[in-house]
């Protein structure tokens, strides 16, 4: 049995860690590696390692870190495909939507790559005179990234390029269920010339978790994950006066007006819900359907969700993979089943879904429920699968209100040929993320990704500006240099300018 070990001062290592996490192959079902579990020990040296490294990285001048992300980045870029089947072996997702993944982390990579620029100061001269002031940011020191399942490479790229260009070191806490693709990353940053230690990662469960967020060392934490766990990340890590930005879960949705065009909202409202098994934060797994023609949209939507080729993430043919692990497939199948019993209609029921060739998999096929209400449990739990639950709504503003009455807010979207009703859409909902016409509208790295309400805990969106920022702090600067021009003489007031 293959063991997944931590990567720390810039080699893999087993450390003190004895317990072990099985890592499935969710297409076979069967166990095809174990994971290294950390203990608090391991965390600290992690850490330890860090600190020490970070000193040195923070006083490396800018163009020495740009040439190591730009060497990253190249790096990333060959090696694509070996982590998009990392990912599709440990995730189950298939290998062009892992490719997809890669990509948009490479976005921020190459985001990070212009770290000069963003890295820019202010300068105010002769504020009084003969006084200057000027800004600049500096690193905080050793970051860590408690990071979820369902992006093993997408959603460490949001946090670790940034951090480590802004000059900190970073330790990353990975899934421990899809742990493999976090060590090739370190073995590429260590490729590109990044010093050991300033980029680690340690496997583990909460033990880890814990043992980061209680840690003197740890200056700030970066987590993706669900709502019930970024809550208490946010709050035991502030509390541990850190800088925390805490990413949680979501309840898309997506709205169709009457206007929109039933074909294209049908084909976008199946790919993003049954994508990556509705693995994703943004999958859209509420469509709101607005006054007439609910029917026929429901129609074109059962049709093409019924024909999504699931299979093997390896297959090239597939379109749609597994979901996690058998725990995950059996909830959601449970809540179908509650959704049934609670007065929904099955409009397609993907439960029972067999592969042939694949019989121990974790399948679970895409699923259509009509005439879901608020109430049902499939409207109000973030199901995480391939399921798609249909309300309807009597006008724009009803859908507007059933989003805004929803605990979270991280995308949403709406169909529609109507500018004004988009405008209306957009200006009305406190959602963080708005497609119009755009089903899952993920920011560029250049834009900074957040939700609102119980889907991001923390000021700070992730990625771009405001990452930079969460990454920095500031330092102001006023300055006189006292010369026979302007002597200098203390006053005994408050400082004013003159
Ligand atoms: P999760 O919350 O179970 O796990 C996330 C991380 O927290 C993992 O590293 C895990 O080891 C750790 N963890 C789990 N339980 C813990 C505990 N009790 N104490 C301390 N640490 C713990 O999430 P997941 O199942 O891996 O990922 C799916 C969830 O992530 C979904 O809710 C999804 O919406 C959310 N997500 C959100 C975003 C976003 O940008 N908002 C992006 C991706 C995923």
Redesign the pocket.
């Given at each position: 049995m293959r063991t997944i070990e931590h990567w720390i001062d810039g080699k893999p290592t087993a450390a003190e860690s004895t317990r072990t996490a099985p890592v499935w192959n969710p297409a076979t079902g069967q166990q095809q590696a174990e994971v290294l579990l950390a203990e608090p020990a391991d965390v600290d040296t992690a850490v330890r390692s860090a600190q020490q490294a970070g000193l040195a990285w923070a006083q490396t001048s800018l163009s020495t870190r740009t040439k190591v992300l730009f060497a990253f980045r190249d790096l990333v870029s060959r090696h694509a495909r070996e982590l998009a089947e990392t990912i599709a072996d440990e995730h189950g997702k298939v290998v062009s939507d892992a490719l997809g993944e890669v990509q948009r982390g490479l976005e921020v990579v190459e985001f990070a790559c212009g770290i000069p620029q963003l890295l820019k100061g202010e300068y105010s001269d002769q504020v009084s005179t003969g006084v200057d002031v000027f800004s600049f940011r500096e690193p905080l020191g050793v970051v860590a990234g408690?990071?979820?399942?369902?992006?093993p490479v997408m959603?460490p790229m949001w946090m670790h390029p940034v951090a480590i260009a802004c000059g900190n070191a970073f330790v990353l806490?990975?899934?421990?269920?899809d742990p493999s693709a976090s060590v090739i990353v370190a073995r590429l940053w260590a490729e590109a010339g990044l010093p050991d230690g300033v980029f680690n990662v340690v496997h583990?469960?909460?033990t880890a978790?814990?043992a980061i967020l209680d840690h003197d060392g740890v200056d700030a934490v970066s987590?993706?994950?669900?709502?019930?766990?970024?809550r208490?990340?946010h709050e035991r890590a502030t509390m541990a006066g850190k800088r925390v930005q805490a990413?949680?879960?979501?309840k898309n949705h997506a709205v169709v007006l009457p206007d929109a065009d039933v074909d294209y909202v049908s084909d976008h409202l199946v790919a993003a819900a049954m994508g990556s098994a509705g693995?994703?934060?943004m999958a859209i797994s509420a469509a709101v359907t607005v006054g007439d023609g609910a029917d026929e949209v429901v129609e074109a939507v059962a049709a093409k969700a019924a024909e999504v080729r699931v299979g093997p993430g390896r297959d090239d043919s597939s379109e749609m993979g597994p979901v996690i692990t058998a725990a995950a497939r059996d909830r959601i199948t449970g809540l179908i089943a509650t959704g049934e019993a609670q007065g929904a209609r099955l409009a397609v029921d993907g439960r029972g879904l067999t592969v042939p060739g694949h019989d121990a998999g974790f399948w679970v096929g895409p699923t259509v429920l009509d005439q879901v209400t608020p109430e049902m449990d499939v409207y109000r739990e973030?199901i995480?699968g391939p399921v798609l639950s249909v309300v309807r709504a009597d006008t724009v503003d009803d859908a507007i209100a059933l989003i805004n009455a929803n605990p979270y807010g991280?995308g949403t979207a709406i169909f529609t040929s109507s500018g004004s009703a988009a405008r209306r859409f957009q200006r009305g909902v406190q959602v963080g993320m708005i497609g119009i016409n755009v089903p899952i509208p993920v920011p560029m790295a250049y834009y900074s990704?957040?939700?609102w309400k119980d889907?991001?805990f923390g000021q700070s969106h992730?990625h771009g500006p405001e990452g930079v920022a969460f990454y920095t702090r500031a330092k102001v600067v006023t300055s006189r240099w006292p010369s026979v021009d302007h002597p200098a003489g203390a006053s005994y007031h408050f400082p004013t300018t003159s």
């Open positions: 408690i990071t979820p399942f369902n992006f959603v806490k990975p899934s421990e269920r583990g469960d909460k978790v814990d987590f993706v994950g669900s709502t019930p766990i970024a208490y990340i990413l949680g879960g979501a693995e994703r934060c973030e995480f991280n990704f957040g939700g889907s991001l992730i």
